[in-house]
Nanobody, 121 residues
Framework: QVQLVESGGGWVQVGGSLRLSCAAS????????MGWYRQAPGKQRELVAA???????NYADSVKGRFTISRDNAKNTVYLQMNSLKPEDTAVYYC???????????????WGQGTQVTVSS
C-alpha cells in the first residue's frame, strides 16, 4: 500500500506564508503526476496546483503568482509554498499522487488525509 502524509498546515495571518509538504511512502515503483487540491466548507474540492515528474506545472488562476509547487523525486515528496495568503485560501489541503506499484502496471491515484490551512484577518 501507499501512504501520502501531509504536513505544514496551520494558522496564519493575511499576507503570511506557509509551506506544505506531502511525502509518499510504501510500495512505489514510480510516480508521475503529483498535485495539491483544497476544499473549503460547503464547496467542492478544487485543483490548486499540479506538477509532472518532469517538472511541468499547472496552477489555478486564483493562486498564480502566489503559490509555487515543487517536488523531490528522490524523496517522493511534493511541496506547496504559499505566499501572500488570503482569507479565501482557508481550506483543507489535500495532496495526491499518480502511483505505479510495479513496472508496466497501471497507475492509481492516491490521496493524503488533508491538512487544515486557516488564514485569518
Amino acid at each position: 500500500q501507499v501512504q501520502l502524509v501531509e504536513s505544514g498546515g496551520g494558522w496564519v495571518q493575511v499576507g503570511g506564508s506557509l509551506r506544505l509538504s506531502c511525502a509518499a511512502s510504501g510500495s512505489i515503483f514510480s510516480i508521475n503526476g503529483m498535485g495539491w487540491y483544497r476544499q473549503a466548507p460547503g464547496k467542492q474540492r478544487e485543483l490548486v496546483a499540479a506538477i509532472t515528474n518532469g517538472g511541468s506545472t499547472n496552477y489555478a488562476d486564483s493562486v498564480k503568482g502566489r503559490f509555487t509547487i515543487s517536488r523531490d523525486n528522490a524523496k517522493n515528496t511534493v511541496y506547496l509554498q504559499m505566499n501572500s495568503l488570503k482569507p479565501e485560501d482557508t481550506a483543507v489541503y489535500y495532496c495526491n499522487a499518480n502511483v505505479q506499484y510495479r513496472r508496466n502496471s497501471a497507475y492509481y491515484v492516491r490521496w493524503g488525509q488533508g491538512t487544515q490551512v486557516t488564514v485569518s484577518s
